[in-house]
């Protein structure tokens, strides 16, 4: 089996417009049928916050959330408020025009054109997973929780046997996220995430990306497919939110079909 020491580091890109989006390059050229990446804070005066259950003017927020939508040229947008847990939803339809808001789920996955899939985050990962031959992607919000109750394995499975897809055809990369070096945790922690290493005895730092990666080459996603950020949301330049940081606010993953497609 591959190792996580294969798995590419990639630095998502800013790019150009009103929104704030940072997409993933490689997955730029290879899949130009892709809306994807993750928002960041903007350089306005004004964050570019998309959390739902803050204490920003909803209004404000909304408008946001408008802008994205037309930044990806999109119909739809579907976003879930999140449980850490890993129940997924599947859109089989095209989805009404406009922001939809469901309740209790973490992941998403659809094979509908101009649906954008979203997941908030702001240090835990948001997880894209593409078979570029069905042409079904899946979006996940992964923080400890979430990997240690097999999200990202669930994710995978979804578009297996739902749309008979293979692992071996799968593409996957976790976005910005807090890095291995600025998570530190509790052993509970480290038992969940790594229950085969070793557990230290006292808060020690742990990488959730690498953990996610290496779920996926388990699930058989071949190395070469499967990358991480170069970005930390606590240790980067301020381009993000970080709940660790002290910030209430929300950064969005995204993953969508375009109608291009
Ligand atoms: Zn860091």
Not at 57 to 67: F, K, L, N, S
Not at 175 to 187: D, K, L
Request: hydrophobic share 40%.
């Amino acid at each position: 089996m591959a190792t996580t020491m294969e798995v590419r580091t990639v630095a998502e890109r800013l790019a150009p417009g009103a929104v704030p989006l940072w997409v993933q390059p490689e997955w730029e050229a290879r899949f130009p049928w892709l809306a994807q990446g993750t928002t960041g804070r903007g350089s306005g005066g004004e964050p570019f916050d998309l959390g739902l259950s803050g204490a920003q003017p909803v209004g404000r927020t909304m408008d946001r959330w408008r802008a994205l939508v037309a930044a990806t040229e999109m119909h739809a947008a579907v976003h879930a408020r999140q449980v850490h847990g890993a129940d997924i939803w599947i859109h089989r339809d095209a989805g009404s025009p406009g922001i939809l808001v469901m309740d209790g789920f973490d992941g998403h996955v659809t094979d509908r054109r101009c649906v954008l899939l979203s997941v908030g985050v702001a240090d835990c990962t948001p997880v894209s997973v593409v078979d570029p031959e069905t042409r079904v992607v899946a979006l996940v919000h992964a923080g400890w929780r979430g990997t240690a109750a097999g999200i990202v394995e669930r994710a995978i499975n979804r578009i297996v046997e739902s749309w008979q897809s293979a692992p071996e055809r799968l593409w996957l990369h976790c976005g910005p996220s807090i890095c291995g070096a600025c998570y530190e945790v509790g052993p509970e922690v480290h038992a969940a995430i790594n229950p085969h290493l070793a557990v230290p005895t006292e808060n020690t730092p742990i990488d959730v990306r690498a953990a996610i990666a290496e779920r996926a080459l388990g699930m058989g996603l071949p190395a070469e497919q499967v990358s991480v950020s170069g970005h930390c949301t606590r240790c980067g330049e301020p381009d993000f939110f970080s709940h660790r940081a002290g910030s209430k606010a929300r950064q969005m993953g995204v993953l969508g079909i375009r109608d291009s497609a």
